[in-house]
Nanobody, 124 residues
Framework: QVQLVESGGGLVQAGGFLRLSCAAS????????MGWFRQAPGKEREFVAA????????YYSDSVKGRFTISRDNVKNTMYLQMNNLKPEDTAVYYC?????????????????WGQGTQVTVSS
């Protein structure tokens, strides 16, 4: 079973940057894609970005496109989310997720494993 551990969250001022990491243990060739989601207080969890594990194909939500970059290091079994030009509305708990099935998904139900989350707070 894949285990995911996020790190890199924190408090940053608007316009600043953070890099989140997601360390994945027991990643195998059956792990087709991984993604980042976030959940702000009082809101539903929403898709942020996803990447296919082998080819590195990426997909972003419109709200972060051009500011966030998703990447992965297959040797280290780690996925990253570089977040630039952060805005107060980016404040949320960020979760990483792994998908066993083919294709790429922006739906929570499209992922089979989840991390515990890391808090990102952007002050204005």
């Amino acid at each position: 079973q894949v285990q995911l551990v996020e790190s890199g969250g924190g408090l940053v001022q608007a316009g600043g940057f953070l890099r989140l990491s997601c360390a994945a243990s027991r990643v195998t060739s059956s792990t087709y894609a991984m993604g980042w989601f976030r959940q702000a207080p009082g809101k539903e969890r929403e898709f942020v970005a996803a990447i296919t594990w082998t080819a590195g194909l990426t997909y972003y939500s419109d709200s972060v496109k051009g500011r966030f970059t998703i990447s992965r290091d297959n040797v280290k079994n780690t996925m990253y989310l570089q977040m630039n030009n952060l805005k107060p509305e980016d404040t949320a708990v960020y979760y990483c997720a792994a998908r066993k099935r083919g294709g790429i998904s922006s739906r929570q139900t499209g992922y089979d494993y989840w991390g515990q989350g890391t808090q990102v707070t952007v002050s204005s």
